[in-house]
């Protein structure tokens, strides 16, 4: 005989008699529907992933993973300290660089973050040379008193390559008639677009030699870090903090965003806990499955019971057709959800390109097309909580199929 037990006769209640495919439909109609919550529960935390990801990738193209600076205006001793930043087997690259906020006058005026740099170390922190529109990096060459502004300043000023620009900053000089901000004039070299309205519209672009030369600095306002791991710049940190003393400060990118990205986090936790509740449903119509099956094999499992089948047997055998609904569901959901989620931004392209709409506009949006980035990882957990929902919604009909009489039951067969 075949066994287990349970097993065998659990498979063969999953084809219905002639007499009653209503069982076999409500079952099929429960693989599906499970099917369908796990598919969309995959992609709606793939989409959230890609968010994030495109979030983060745009924002740490710009910014760095680590910051050193000092507790005064400039680093002391900045050279020591780029020295032992270097040092730290977790810091990829290391550049100096001078920060100040400053304002900024064409044929418009806007205020911006004016920010020195060393165009030869910039590409070992940060990307903003790989997202150039027009111009280059290398021509922020010391004393040229060269410019890169992000695109939509430039739209904002009114400017060009090629136009001037007049630089205010907060730093005051003396003359006879009282103090004044210093004034520079600026040339036009070049434009980037990150993609971020942050810097896109926020962040010009200097030599740092100029810069400290523009804010009366004998060295650079920081170090900016790039680390093999952005995820342990928190432990990194706290590393080079000790090592460097008391007169420096160590601050992270999680530290510098850490609401944005708590906010991404709240989100993708409210929504996966949202879904969740579509399982559940999904669910509930497995336990009404079983609760029908239970009744429509009363006379069955009274047979059983006259037989010398436990209790505990025949709960076993109407879990088994509770899980194998459940197991063929998530089959079916993880595939499809994991094909979805990879041919995602195809499909939405080809909705966008057939019928002439567009979801997410680059006009309002930082991100103007659907992201997805599928987690394993979150699938493990999607497939996991699925099956031992599935599982404990076989346990009440089950125990209510262990405690059938076999004589009530047979009383009218």
Known sequence: MFRPLELFIGLRYTRAKRRNQFISFISTVSIVCIAIS???????????????????????????????????ESVQDWPRALQ????NPHVLGAAPYVEAEAYLNARHANGALLR?????????????????????????TPDSWNVVLGRDLAMSLGVGVGDRVTVIVQKMRGTPF????????????GTFEMGMEQFDSGLAVINMSDAEKLNDLSGPTGIRLKLDD???????ARELADKLGGVYRVQTWMDTNANL????????LVMFIILSLIILVAVINLISMLMMLVTDK??????????????RSIMGTFMVQGILVGFVGIGFGVGLGALLSWKLPGIVK????????????????????????????DVGWVALLTFTFSLLATLYPAWRASRTQPAQALRYE
């Open 38 to 72: 796990v598919i969309a529960l995959i992609t709606v935390m793939s989409v959230m992933n890609g968010f994030d990801y495109q979030m983060k990738s745009r924002i740490l193209g710009a910014i760095s993973h680590a910051t050193v600076s000092g507790i005064d």
């Open 84 to 87: 032992i930043a270097q040092a």
């Open 116 to 140: 020195g740099i060393e165009p030869s170390q910039e590409s070992k922190v940060v990307d903003i040379g790989q997202h150039m529109v027009e111009g280059s990096l290398a021509d922020l």
């Open 178 to 189: 009282g103090g004044v901000p210093k004034v520079r004039s600026f040339h036009v070299v």
């Open 230 to 236: 952005l995820f342990n710049a928190g432990p990194v």
């Open 261 to 268: 990205f708590h906010a991404l986090s709240m989100e993708k």
């Open 298 to 311: 009363q006379a069955d499992i009274a047979i059983l019971r006259t037989l010398g089948a436990t209790p």
């Open 350 to 377: 080809w909705i966008e390109h057939t019928f002439h709409v567009t979801f997410l506009s680059p006009d309002v949006y930082y991100i103007s097309e659907v992201p997805s980035r599928l987690d394993w990882h």
